[in-house]
């Protein structure tokens, strides 16, 4: 079993930066992918990027340039920086793991609150 615990998020204004962090704990398989989701009041849970550990990363094509993600391997971290917030980058973001082998399941964090606002 594979618990995922977020941290990092929090109310910044406009233009702002925040960073989240993501730590993975338990039976973790490789290869497999992290990701970040969002889900704003109303509308359904989106991708917002992913990095596999074989470093492959992809971004949302809305969210190019403005966020990175990063990982450490060896600590099953996963990392999102946002940059140039805007007030519709509001939403919960969840972390997700996948592994890439077999048949097994992925695994959620609970999800940490990010608020763009003036």
């Known amino acids: 079993q594979v618990h995922l615990v977020e941290s990092g998020g929090g109310l910044a204004q406009p233009g702002g930066s925040l960073r989240l962090s993501c730590a993975a704990s338990?039976?973790?398989?490789?290869?497999?992918?992290m990701a970040w989701y969002r889900q704003a009041p109303g509308k359904q849970r989106e991708l917002v990027a992913s990095?596999?550990?074989?470093?492959?990363?992809y971004y949302a094509d809305s969210l190019k340039g403005r966020f990175t993600i990063s990982r450490r391997n060896a600590e099953n971290t996963v990392y999102l920086q946002m940059d140039s917030l805007k007030p519709e980058d509001t939403a919960v973001y969840y972390c997700?793991?996948?592994?890439?082998?077999?048949?097994?399941?992925?695994?959620w964090g609970q999800g940490t609150q990010v608020t763009v606002s003036s």
């Open positions: 997700n793991l996948r592994p890439l082998v077999g048949s097994l399941s992925e695994s």
């Open positions: 338990g039976t973790i398989y490789s290869p497999n992918t």
């Open positions: 990095s596999t550990s074989r470093g492959t990363n």
